[in-house]
């Protein structure tokens, strides 16, 4: 078998279960093997056509979260893996494991099977291709023998799935994939397992200690509690403990929008008031610049890597260290907590953080009701969608789309916000990947106008009609860049730019017509412009999906 045929091959064995590919000049052993894999009846990934290497990225990192399971990418030479590098970025900074492989240019001109043949063999050289993704991956290494291909697959997808899960890299020059491979051992298991960490009993104690003996502790989490059994912990854990949970700047739902210890997204009172933290896998927990600790205030951080170790400034304070995947560490500390009585005192706690967050949830619905008027406010969307959501299997998606708040949500998967890195263009690809790994879920993936050009919005709706991926696509549409116009007010209140009738820099009129560029790939499509209008739409885009089975979009014109 060919190099190229063993790499996929071996992939299947390792369990992956899709190749995201956009493929190029340098694709012939891949395609071969493919062909020579069927031929011969070796079982392999589904290699799927990727318009855009972008699109590929975010697919594989929405099919993670959805399953748990890596998979794999493979573009196109130095030029492709450019276009995944801002996935490899979010990926990165979400613990989002991808297999991510290119293409590289024949090192022979001439005299070897795979040679350069056409002008871009040479265009495309480069010394060192790797460092268009080096800082974001784990690890990467080149292809050199084709024997090396199964001890290759396994190291790394063992290094991906190690914890801190993250993306690796590995370049496949094109002679390589060419030579041929012994094919013996290629359905063998993993000869590498991953290196997961467990949480520290004497960590897990100490924490336990501190939470227990706490006057005003506080629960801020950003990223989830890892799975069903980490979200009935905290949600068990908070309550029991009267402990307040902030969902600030949260990427992955912790805790249900309604419980009783589920606080308003805003530390500030919290933080300057608590005298021990427990910090769940959050890059950023509060903005030292306005958020400002009590004095003493001990700090217990846990997750796959509560040091975030990858980003050169991060300063907050870390006084109990408890590396491990969320889950078994929220698990771990409710069962340490079970030796402190609940005392008198935790209970009148508890009714007081209950009042408190009834008060603020109840004023942050009040806010989204008289958001209706016209333009909309995005806030009105998010609740109207919470609505039309409820009592089915739904996962929804925001990239500076619907805001968390007015939302009643209240399971592990209801909730996904773009990466903390920023690469926009995710929430649509990223519902397509999660739509593929479950396809009776109902996935919407909400989104500003920015972000859904960024998303290369032609490629992903040929993706959702080729592959029958009905998702349904809100865009909240302001016609601007709405997160920089806020940066801008947040530095510079007073300043000429808040002042100007129209902000330098941040204007995206004229928008195009996103429902024609939805029903150009035969979507549903409507623009909605009036908040009244907005019920009767998203149910008659929902019925469209359900019997259909076709994507829908709805362009809602919303308050800048």
């Known amino acids: 078998m060919t190099a190229g045929g063993a790499l996929l091959a071996r992939l299947k064995a390792v369990g992956v279960d899709y190749i995201f590919a956009n493929s190029g000049t340098d694709f012939p052993p891949i395609i071969e093997g493919l062909a020579e894999a069927e031929a011969k009846g070796v079982a392999l990934p589904e290699a799927i056509v990727m318009p855009h290497e972008s699109a590929a990225m975010g697919m594989a990192h929405g099919y993670y979260l959805a399953t748990g399971r890596a998979q794999a990418v493979m573009a196109h030479t130095n030029v492709g893996l450019a276009n995944c590098a801002i996935g490899a970025i979010n990926a990165a900074t979400e613990h989002i494991p991808v297999l991510l492989f290119s293409g590289k240019t024949p090192v022979t001109e001439r005299g070897q099977l795979g040679s350069r043949t056409v002008p871009i063999g040479w265009g495309q050289e480069m010394r060192d291709q790797a460092a268009l993704v080096r800082e974001a991956v784990k690890w990467d290494d080149e292809l050199r023998f084709a024997e090396h291909v199964p001890q290759m697959v396994d190291r790394a997808y063992a290094i991906a799935t190690s914890t801190p899960r993250g993306p690796v890299y590995m370049s496949l020059p094109r002679e390589v994939l060419c030579r041929p491979c012994p094919s013996d051992g290629l359905a063998e298991p993993l000869s590498m397992k991953p290196a997961v960490h467990a949480p520290s009993a004497e960590a897990i104690a100490a924490a336990a200690q501190l939470l227990a003996g706490a006057q005003n502790p506080l629960i801020v989490a950003q990223r989830g509690a890892g799975s069903e059994a980490g979200f009935q912990a905290l949600s068990s854990l908070a309550f029991d403990r009267g402990i307040p949970v902030c969902q600030y700047w949260a990427v992955q739902l912790a805790i249900a929008t309604d419980h009783p210890m589920a606080a ?297």
């Open 264 to 560: 308003a997204a805003d530390p500030k009172a919290l933080v300057e008031d608590a005298d021990v933290i427990l910090v769940i896998d959050a890059l950023a927990p509060w903005s030292p610049d306005i958020h400002r600790l009590k004095p003493g205030c001990k700090v217990i951080q846990l997750g796959q890597d509560p040091l975030f170790q990858r980003f050169p400034v991060r300063y907050f304070r870390s006084d109990v260290t408890i590396a491990c995947d969320i889950d078994a560490g929220l698990l771990a500390l409710q069962d340490a907590l079970r030796q402190f009585p609940v005392s008198a005192e935790v209970e009148a706690r508890r009714g007081r953080v209950a009042a408190t967050n009834r008060a603020a949830r109840n004023a942050t619905e009040a806010r989204a009701v008289a958001g209706m008027a016209d333009p909309m406010t995005k806030e009105w969307v998010s609740l109207k969608l919470s609505e039309a959501i409820a009592g089915r299997e739904a996962t929804v998606l925001s990239e500076l789309g619907c805001p968390l708040a007015p939302m009643r949500l209240d399971h592990p998967r209801a909730w996904y916000q773009e990466p903390h890195s920023g690469g926009l263009g995710w929430a649509f690809p990223a519902a397509l990947g999660m739509q593929l790994a479950d396809r009776d879920r109902l996935i919407v993936a909400t989104m500003g106008d920015g972000s859904y050009i960024f998303s290369n919005p032609a490629a992903c709706h040929q993706i959702a009609e080729a592959l029958v991926l009905p998702i349904l696509i809100v865009i909240l549409n302001n016609a601007e860049w709405g997160a920089v116009r806020q940066s801008v007010l947040g530095v510079y209140p007073e300043g000429y730019a808040a002042k100007a009738n129209r902000m330098p820099l941040t204007s995206l009129s004229p928008v195009p017509d996103f429902a024609k560029v939805a029903e150009a790939s035969n979507a549903h499509a409507e623009t909605v412009s009036r908040g009244e209008e907005l019920a009767a739409a998203l149910k008659r885009a929902i019925s469209h999906i359900d019997t259909k089975r076709g994507a829908a979009l709805l362009n809602v014109h919303v308050r800048a």
